[in-house]
């Protein structure tokens, strides 16, 4: 059973950092480019990071410079370390593993709220 489990959200005051970490379990965990979406209310989820096998990153426009996605594969690990944090970064964030079209896996989501 594949499982990707986030934490670290939370509430911030704007200019603040949070780290999110997603645990994974039941997949092959180098085998996967390993992403970070969000989904603000009354929005579409959009893509806030990737980070491919090979070391490879991509952001969105929005926050390059104040994010940066990394991964352990010991632990199975991807976490997403965002600093310069402001009120338009609140959403719920999701962990998503990806190999495939049909094979890819999405977590349950963790909320972040930056807010003074």
């Known amino acids: 059973q594949v499982q990707l489990v986030e934490s670290g959200g939370g509430l911030v005051q704007p200019g603040g950092s949070l780290r999110l970490s997603c645990a994974t379990s039941?997949?092959?965990?180098?085998?996967?480019?390993m992403g970070w979406y969000r989904q603000a209310p009354g929005k579409q989820r959009e893509l806030v990071a990737t980070?491919?096998?090979?070391?490879?990153?991509n952001y969105v426009d929005s926050v390059k410079g104040r994010f940066t996605i990394s991964r352990d594969n010991a632990k199975n690990t991807v976490y997403l370390q965002m600093n310069s944090l402001k009120p338009e970064d609140t959403a719920v964030y999701y962990c998503?593993?990806?190999?495939?079209?049909?094979?890819?896996?999405w977590g349950q989501g963790t909320q972040v709220t930056v807010s003074s």
């Open positions: 998503n593993a990806y190999r495939y079209s049909w094979n890819t896996y």
């Open positions: 039941g997949i092959i965990f180098s085998d996967y480019t």
């Open positions: 980070l491919t096998r090979g070391d490879n990153t």
